[in-house]
Nanobody, 120 residues
Framework: VQLQASGGGLVQAGGSLVLSCRAS????????LAWFRQAPGKEREFVGG????????YYADSVKGRFTISRDNAENMVYLQMNSLRPDDTAVYYC??????????????WGQGTQVTVSS
């Protein structure tokens, strides 16, 4: 599976962005998918994840109620709708495929990352 993330950019606090991640590979629909983020000088952290069917979804406490993860297996896409963005959401965002978990070690495949910058 190869992953390519897009949709990042510069937005003012309170604004919204949608990140997209396109996957290639016939086994895409079998994998759990997740978004992680990494701010400068910090560890890569879990943002949200969704299982193969979309029946199980998890979020980090810091983004609950603001971010929504979804997937379209027919189009090999996973999305992250981000609302009410805050300056502390600024980071490089990565999509990942593997076993659904908040642990980054559970993911075998990673996208290249897309920068999200939220100005105050």
């Amino acid at each position: 599976v190869q992953l390519q993330a897009s949709g990042g950019g510069l937005v003012q606090a309170g604004g919204s962005l949608v990140l997209s991640c396109r996957a290639s590979g016939r086994t895409f629909s079998r994998h759990g998918l997740a978004w992680f983020r990494q701010a400068p000088g910090k560890e890569r952290e879990f943002v949200g994840g969704i299982n193969w069917s979309g029946s199980s979804i998890y979020y980090a406490d810091s983004v609950k109620g603001r971010f929504t993860i979804s997937r379209d297996n027919a189009e090999n896409m996973v999305y992250l709708q981000m609302n009410s963005l805050r300056p502390d959401d600024t980071a490089v965002y990565y999509c990942a495929a593997g076993s659904l978990s908040q642990n980054k070690a559970s993911y075998d495949y990673w996208g290249q990352g897309t920068q999200v910058t939220v100005s105050s």
